[in-house]
Every structure is written in C-alpha cells, then in structure tokens.
C-alpha cells in the first residue's frame, strides 16, 4: 500500500469531517446525505469507508465510478437537481482534497441539463389559507403553535427552509417587527420586516416556547424525539408541511413552495413589479424573477388558447 493510501485510510473521516466543516448547515446536511447514499450503492460500510474507496483510485477508475454511480442515479428516476447535488458533492469532496494535497486529481464528472423552475407558483391562495389553518390546528397544542408561526413566517417573508431555520429567538425585535436573516451564501445577517400578521403567530409560539428564555436558543426546535428542543431540522419541516397539507385535503407541497408562493402572490401584488419582488426575495440577478413572472402570466398558455381551431376568427 502506497504512502498516499495509507494516508487515506487512516484520516479518511477526519477528510471528510473537514471538509463538510467548510460549508454552510444546510449544504454541509445535504453533502452529509448525499455521500451516505454513495455508500449505500457502493455497499459501503459508511460514506467515510465510500469517501476512502474514491479517494484511493486514480484519476479515470474513479472517473468511470461516477459515471456509473450516476447512471444509477438516472435509473432510480430521481430529479435532474437531486443528481446534480450527488455528483457535486464527490466533485465538491475531490476538489477539496486535491487543494489539500491529499490526491492529485479531481471528479470533473458533470451533472444533468436542468430546467430550472418549471413550477414556481407554489399553492394558490386558497390552498395556502388551508395549509396554514391546518397547521394551527394541529392537535398538539404546541407543535400547532410552532409549525404556525414557522409557516407564516417562511410565507410572509419568502424565506428558504434554511434561513428560518437557522433564526435563533435573539434574532427577533418583536417591538421593531424585525428579524435578522442570515440569506444564501451571506455571511451576516440583514433585517427584514416582520408583517404583523406573522409577527403575532410567532408571538404566540414564543409564549409556549420550551426554551423561550434563552436568547441563543433556536427560535424553531424539535419537540420530540432523541433531539428534542434541539433545533428543527430540515427533513422534520418537510414532514410538518407533508402532514399540514394531508389534514387540509391538498396536495403535497415542499417548504421551498411556499416562498415561490410568496413571491408569486408579491408580483400579483404589484402588477408583476420584478425589480420590487427581488428586493423582497432577494434573488442574486433579475432574471430569476421574470421567470417567475412569465409562469404567473402564463403568455404562453394565452397564446396555446388562442391557436383553438375552432375558435372564430375576430
């Protein structure tokens, strides 16, 4: 076994630590998901043994591995993003430890075309009054009160799943009606004013809050389980909104929904204002927004109307 090898398999997780310790929470819980799944196809015991069977090979043996490992990905009917994620996050590993100087190579496997945001309009109106209604009326009392406030918030303010997630209760003035939010690859934190409206369902949380006195505490926690009044993670937000939507007899929607909801109803607001909407959703270019835009108008779907054959000619 060569002096490399060797290296690799004796710091093997301390890499693989390190290198999930560079990036952002939700990207760093992502990562971490997505090498356990790399594992399970390599029958791996754990994703720190897969990340070492990579590591180990030579520039085209773990090429072709990729390559097959997202063949696999493809075969299993997964998203085009969600295997983009996977093969980023082996390039993302690679890369780090060729800067490390721990191989001489890097996974230049790419991912697959994407269409980003063929849906970005998020549940109508009336599905979000249902949504919203069902989660306050939870039958715990106290999940109800949270997952309330935790919905109303990523609505009112078009959040990401992430930046509500990582508010602690020191990060709000309920007196100014401001929160701290710490946004997509920032790092720190800008104000955002908090409607009254979801300011008040957030109060009502604060209230019952386990940990309310502690202002370090996570403004949203975990009420069950070994992690109780830990901080909520993101996969038990999805399964709170799954079992919202199910109570209020509508289709399953993702956290990620709501603020393309958000940012929807904020265009129809505004006659479709799209400078205004990206200061409100804080979109890196314009263009995010138009797209945004064109699926609310749906010119498209006019134009398709309007081609009817047996339409009468004006």
């Known amino acids: 076994m060569g002096r490399q090898q060797l290296q690799l398999k004796l710091h093997a997780r301390d890499i693989v630590e ?24 390599l029958d791996a015991k ?16 773990a090429h072709s591995l990729v390559v097959r490992y997202r063949a696999y990905l493809e075969a299993g009917e997964l998203s085009p993003s969600t295997i983009n994620r996977a093969i980023s996050a082996i390039r993302s590993l690679t890369q780090y430890c060729c800067d490390q100087g721990d191989i001489s190579w890097t996974c230049r496997v790419r991912g697959l075309p994407t269409q980003a945001y063929r849906n970005t309009r998020g549940p109508d109106r009336s ?3 249902a949504i919203l209604v069902a989660a306050e009326t939870h039958p715990f009392r106290l999940q109800a009160s ?10 009112a303010l078009g959040l990401r799943r992430s930046e509500a997630l990582l508010l602690d209760i020191r990060h709000l003035d309920t007196e100014q009606l401001l929160v701290q939010v710490k946004g997509k690859g920032k790092r720190e934190r800008i104000p955002m004013t908090v409607p009254g409206w979801a300011m008040a369902k957030v109060l009502v949380w604060l209230q019952v809050h386990p940990r309310r006195r502690e202002q370090r505490a996570p403004l949203f926690v975990s009420l069950r389980g070994g992690k109780q009044f830990e901080r909520l993670s993101g996969g038990s937000t999805v399964d709170l909104l799954t079992a919202a939507c199910k109570r209020a007899g509508v289709k399953r929607y993702t956290p990620h929904a709501l603020r393309h909801a958000a940012i929807t109803h904020g265009l129809d607001a505004t006659d479709g204002n799209v400078r205004q909407a990206r200061a409100f959703s804080r979109h890196a270019v314009l263009s ?3 797209i945004y835009d064109d699926n609310r108008t749906d010119g498209g779907g006019e134009i398709a109307e309007l081609l009817n054959p047996s339409r009468e000619e004006d």
């Open 146 to 155: 949270r997952d309330s406030a935790l919905l109303h918030l990523i609505y």
């Open 18 to 41: 390190e290198w999930l310790a560079t990036k952002a929470p939700a990207t760093r819980q992502a990562y971490g998901d997505d090498m356990k799944r790399f594992a399970k196809w």
């Open 46 to 61: 754990d994703h720190y043994h897969a990340a070492r069977r990579l590591l180990s090979r030579g520039t085209r043996s």
């Open 127 to 129: 599905n979000l009054r």
């Open 288 to 290: 995010t927004l138009q």
